[in-house]
């Protein structure tokens, strides 16, 4: 069965700390993996996409990582700041022919950055 | 608009009541989904158009649901008799799918609440 799974589900940082969000997925055949940042009471914001040859990809102060052997990818924030606070989603792609990849969603890690 | 834009942000309907949501895609994107989004939940896959394709229609929870898209531009989700467990975020995101050409960003609207009372 085709399933993403985040961990922590929450977290909680003070400004100025990193953070390491984790992503565990089985998908096949796999196709891509992104990160997303959905505020809350907004729609989803593509941070990141790797495909399964790429196993780092940054954005700003956003750097998300990927071992397909392990099937695992993390999303790692430097110097968190309070705007960052919003749920973070990993979602893979399960690829099929013709283009269409059918999105897996993970349940998202719930960020709080405090002063 | 430069995104993808959804009508109404938020709706308030009477249980049984029909309730039509609207989604304007980013221009040229042949892609377009519909998600569901539960408080505090993960997104759920309703359906997806792909160009001239069938869509998938694998997501949708009832027959209740249907959605339509026309002239591979606007599309519009509609729910017949709502229920209150219906009550939900309704996301409509869409792509440019090149086969081929490296994988696209999917773009998200803000999203349509939805109460049914």
């Known amino acids: 069965k085709n399933q993403v799974e985040q961990s922590p589900q929450s977290l909680i940082i003070l400004e100025g700390k990193n953070c390491t969000l984790q992503c565990n997925y089985t998908v096949s055949p796999f196709s891509n993996l992104r990160w997303y940042k959905q505020d809350t009471g907004r729609g989803p914001v593509s941070l990141t996409i790797?495909?399964?040859?790429?196993n780092t990809k940054s954005n700003g102060r956003y750097t998300a990582t990927l071992d397909a052997d392990t099937k695992q990818s993390s999303l790692h924030i430097t110097a968190s700041q309070l705007s960052d606070s919003a749920s973070y989603i990993c979602?893979?792609?399960?690829?099929?022919?013709?283009?269409?990849?059918?999105?897996?969603f993970g349940a998202g890690t719930r960020l709080a950055v405090h002063p | 608009g430069a995104g993808v834009s959804q009508s109404p942000s938020n709706k308030v309907t009477e249980k049984g009541k029909d309730v039509e949501l609207r989604c304007d895609p980013i221009s040229g994107h042949t892609a377009l989904y519909w998600y569901r989004q539960s408080l505090g939940q993960g997104l759920e896959f309703l359906i997806y158009f792909q160009g001239n394709s069938a869509p998938d229609k694998s997501g949708l929870p009832s027959d209740r649901f249907s959605a339509e898209r026309t002239g591979g531009s606007v599309s519009t989700l509609t729910i017949q008799r709502t229920q209150q467990e219906d009550s939900a975020v309704y996301l409509c995101a869409s792509s440019l799918v090149r086969p081929g050409q490296g994988v696209d960003t999917i773009y998200f609207g803000e999203g349509s609440w939805l109460t049914v009372v």
């Open positions: 979602v893979v792609s399960a690829g099929f022919s013709g283009g269409y990849n059918k999105l897996i």
């Open positions: 790797m495909t399964f040859s790429e």
